[in-house]
Each structure stands twice: as C-alpha cells, then as structure tokens.
C-alpha cells in the first residue's frame, strides 16, 4: 500500500482536493445516471399503462380505429 | 446458424435478451470498478513530477476513452440503421448519446481538473483538449437534431448522419498529439512498443478501462431497455409486458 494511514490518503500529498473533487464528479455522474436509466424504462411502463387505458377506451368506442402493429421480427422473441 | 445474428434486429428479443444479461452485467461492472479503484488508489505508485495526482489519471483516461469508442458505436449504428433501415440499429444509436455526453464531460472536466496543478491551467486551447470538446459538441448536437423532429423515423436518419459526418472528428482527437505540438502528453499505450508505464499503474488503469466498458453495455441496455418500450408500444407483446405485471 502506498498510504500509511488514512489521513495520508485523504490528504493525496497535498492533492486530496483535486483527486477527490474529480473521483467524486466521476461517481456522482455514473451512479446517477445508472439509476436514472433504470427508473426511465419504469415510469415509461407507467406512461404505458395510461396510454393503453386510453386506447382501448377508444377503440371500444369506434372499433375502426384499432392499430395493427408490430412487425416480422416480433416473432423471432418468442412468446 | 444465422438466426442469432438476425435476432439482433428484433426489438423484442433484445429486451428479453437484455433482462437475461443485466445482472451479470451488474455485478461485474461493481467488481471490476472496486478492484480497479482499490488498484488505483491503493496499490498504485505515485508519480515522481506530479505525485498523487496521477490518480486522476485512473478516471480520466477511462472516461476520454469510452467517449470515443461511445462515438463510434453511435455512429455505425446509426449509419446500419440508415443503410438497411434496421429500428434496433436507431434504438442503439440513440441510447448510446447521452451516455458517451457524459463520459465526454467527465473527461474534460477530469482532464481540467488534473491539469491545475500539474500545467498550471484548467484549459487550453491545444488540438487534443479542443478536439474532445468539438465531441461534446457533437454528442449534445445529435441529441438536439434528434429531438427536434416530430417524426420519429426523420429524426434517426438525420442524426445518424450528423453521427456519421462527425466520425472524422474521432481520428483527429487520437492523433492530435502526434500531428502538433500539444500541452496534453502522447500515446502511452502502443500496439507497436511496450507501454511505458509502470506496470502497477498499468494494471490499475486497464482494470479501470475494463470497469468503464461493462458499466456502459450496463447503462446502454438499460437505457435501450427504455427505447425499446417506448417505440414498440404499438405492439401486442409489449402490451402484454406492460399490463400484466
């Protein structure tokens, strides 16, 4: 270890301001955006369900105005 | 034989496929980052002009790299979308921008940073630091092109060709420090030479490089994750993903 002590690490030789001001801008920005891509994909899902309430609501309404959609690749998921 | 390659074109089995790999990604992108930064802050010497300073190197030189490799996947994944009219290739390219933003900021912000006590200044206007920010630039463009389209299908061919225009500025930013004088130091690691650097710090640094890839393909099927619900949201399996959990 290069450090013999903790307050040796903390201080990086005089140069603890730049080293943790850079690895913490570094953390802050991947975690955030690590979490911020996981709950994009939720509240989509939230907006989706609200969305597929109105359509149905509207189809039941005038059945022609159903969508037909997705296409060949659909397929190749799976059910 | 060929059905797997083809499978990378449905939306559908990406987002299966993804779930699948996630949480291997996951814990790998956590066990490479606590190695490499125990490698790198612990366990790594100190430079004899510039002292711990240097440890910035273990972020900075991730991040400056990610953010061109982040380019390039961008742009020929915009570029297959545009050729072969291929959605997934455009769901791909599109997730990939703002990631490859942020490693863009990170590095300048990070190089900025390391360069006050070590240069004297957080900036100059040299060819490698000018050059990485003409890629910020770049990446916010896209992103704006992108979303100033109504139509969808507009908006990923016209910044999959911003994407493609752009890619030049990615050999400008490598060899800059070769082809004029720079403040910013040249290539340590060759394909040619045996790199020049320690070997602990060489360790600790592809450790970190290594941590910054896996958490990217972390981040991108996450965010492609999104995309994909959003665009597909037509469709009957999505439908079904959605209101049945």
Redesign the interface.
Known sequence: MYFQSFQEFVEMGGHGFYVWLCYGIVLFSMLSYFFYSIQLAKSNQKELVKFYTRMDARSQASPKTQNQSGDITDDLGGK | MW?WF??L?????V??FSDKLLPWFRAATLILFVVGLVLG??????DYQQ???V??LY??VP?AFLSMFVYVLMAISGGIGFIWRIKMAHIVSVSCA??GA?FT??AL??GA??G??TWGTYWVWDARLTSELILLFLYLGFMALHNAFDDRKTADRASAVLALVGLVNIPIIHFSVEWWNSLHQGATISKFEKPSMDVDMLKALLMMIAAFQV?FI??LL??V??EI??R????????KL??N?
Do not use: C, D, M
């Open positions: 059905t083809f499978q074109a449905s939306p559908k089995w987002y299966r802050l612990l366990f790594s010497p100190v002292g711990n300073t440890r910035i972020i900075h991040a703002p990631i942020i900021f990170l912000v990070t940073v390391w006050k006590p958490y972390t981040v996450q965010r994750k999104a619900l959003e597909e949201k037509l469709s009957g399996w999505v439908k959605v209101t959990e």
